[in-house]
């Protein structure tokens, strides 16, 4: 009895491989709807990213970090957003919020904040000049508006003892 070599026709190729890949792609989406969906950005560094309004209306993000108010101690900062332009920035943050993307200001230092009374200083500077304080002399850079939050973003060099304990509790 000869044995002869069997060679699968170009249909049943094609059905297998279609069952396959249907298969792969079934599971790849079942891992995909297990995500939460939610992209957060960095926004501010370049001014060629576009303006906070383009951001927004992207779809792309569920929560943009506008990035950063630099803390130098001693009561000094910085809002450092590379360019763009502060004047239109707070007509783009009340849009973003109508829309129901939450914007948060990210807090930059590579200094420590070495006492009690500094970290007031810096949490009565957030409070009125970003959220929703009305302290009287303080400058609001965005107006009216008010951000949803800040995040703390601790440069990596700090001693463990300085990082800013007294703000946590």
């Known amino acids: 009895m000869a044995l002869t070599r069997w060679r699968p026709s170009p249909v049943v190729v094609v059905t ?5 890949i249907g298969f792969v792609a079934g599971q ?6 297990n995500q939460t969906g939610q992209v957060t950005v960095f926004w501010g560094r370049h ?7 383009e951001a927004y209306d992207s779809g792309m993000y569920t929560m943009v ?3 950063f108010l630099n803390v130098y101690g001693n009561g000094r900062y910085h ?5 763009h332009p502060l004047d239109a920035i707070g007509g783009d943050i009340k849009h ?10 990210s807090v930059r230092s ?9 970290a007031l200083y810096l949490f009565d500077h957030l409070w009125n000049a970003y959220l929703a304080g009305t302290k009287n002399g303080m400058r609001r850079p965005f ?17 463990m003892e300085h990082c800013w304990y007294s703000l946590c509790p």
């Open 28 to 33: 790849a989406s079942a891992v995909l709807d």
């Open 96 to 105: 973003c919020q109508q829309v129901g993307v939450p914007l948060s200001l």
């Open 65 to 67: 970090v506008m990035s």
């Open 79 to 83: 809002l450092d957003l590379s360019g």
């Open 110 to 118: 590579n200094h420590s904040l070495p006492t009690n009374q500094s």
């Open 143 to 159: 107006g009216d508006a008010r951000l949803d939050s800040v995040d703390l973003f601790l440069e990596p060099g700090i001693p």
């Open 16 to 20: 297998v491989l279609s069952v396959v």
């Open 47 to 53: 001014k060629d990213e576009g303006s906070l309004h």
